[in-house]
């Protein structure tokens, strides 16, 4: 499987599980920001720390596509273990303020079978994904090894199992895989949820 795809996951997940907490007396952000029906627009992807070797290590970064006129997500991935439900996906988002500091641990997720959760994210759209990242007819798990992707187009995400409504905002998102408190991968995604 595409370690993109489990990245992709926690993200689903979080904004399902964020969606649920909104409004709850632990965090009422509803009285501060607006919600609805949005675009989601990635501003950055990079590696937590580039001088690290993980075991599963994602080399992804942002390029617009002339051709598609999209924003698509490329990249490699050389893993030296498999993607299954083994491994935890964690997640640590924090939230731009209208300062423009970073709110952080406005939100922390951490789901188990981390390839069989992505998967279910990702809905209708994971043969797409899982392509677009290089791996060709996977399922659970994704054995080890060196993928090269031609890109995911970001907005292929609007037909994912992600919410359909969402605290408008930009946030940056830490997730990592982990394994007996071992952290296998560790990625930053900076996005932009806007009003369609």
């Known amino acids: 499987m595409n370690f993109f795809s489990v990245i992709l996951l926690t993200l689903l997940l979080f904004l399902s ?3 649920s907490y909104i409004g ?3 965090l009422n952000i509803l009285s501060v920001l607006p919600l609805g029906p949005y675009k989601l627009n990635f501003k950055q992807v990079r590696s937590c720390d580039s001088s690290k070797s993980y075991k599963i290590q994602h080399n992804f970064y942002l390029s617009f596509n002339q051709i598609s006129n999209a924003t698509e997500i ?13 491994l935890f996906m964690e997640a640590n988002v924090a939230l731009r303020d209208k300062d423009g500091n970073w709110k952080d641990n406005t939100y922390m997720h951490k789901s188990p079978k981390a390839c069989s959760s992505f998967r279910n994210l ?3 759209e994971w043969t797409t994904v899982i392509n677009g990242l290089g791996i060709k007819n996977a ?3 994704i054995p080890p090894g ?17 919410p359909k409504t969402f605290v408008y905002g930009t946030y940056r998102l830490r997730y ?17 949820i806007k009003p369609l």
């Open 24 to 26: 709850s007396r632990n």
């Open 176 to 192: 990592y895989y982990t394994r007996n408190n071992e952290v296998y991968t560790c990625l930053i995604y900076v996005f932009e």
């Open 139 to 141: 399922t659970c798990p």
């Open 17 to 19: 599980s964020l969606i």
């Open 146 to 162: 060196n993928y090269t992707g031609t890109g995911v187009d970001t907005s292929l995400f609007s037909n994912t199992n992600l």
């Open 74 to 86: 490329r990249g490699t991935t050389i893993s030296i273990v498999p993607f299954d439900d083994t």
């Open 122 to 124: 990702m809905g209708a």
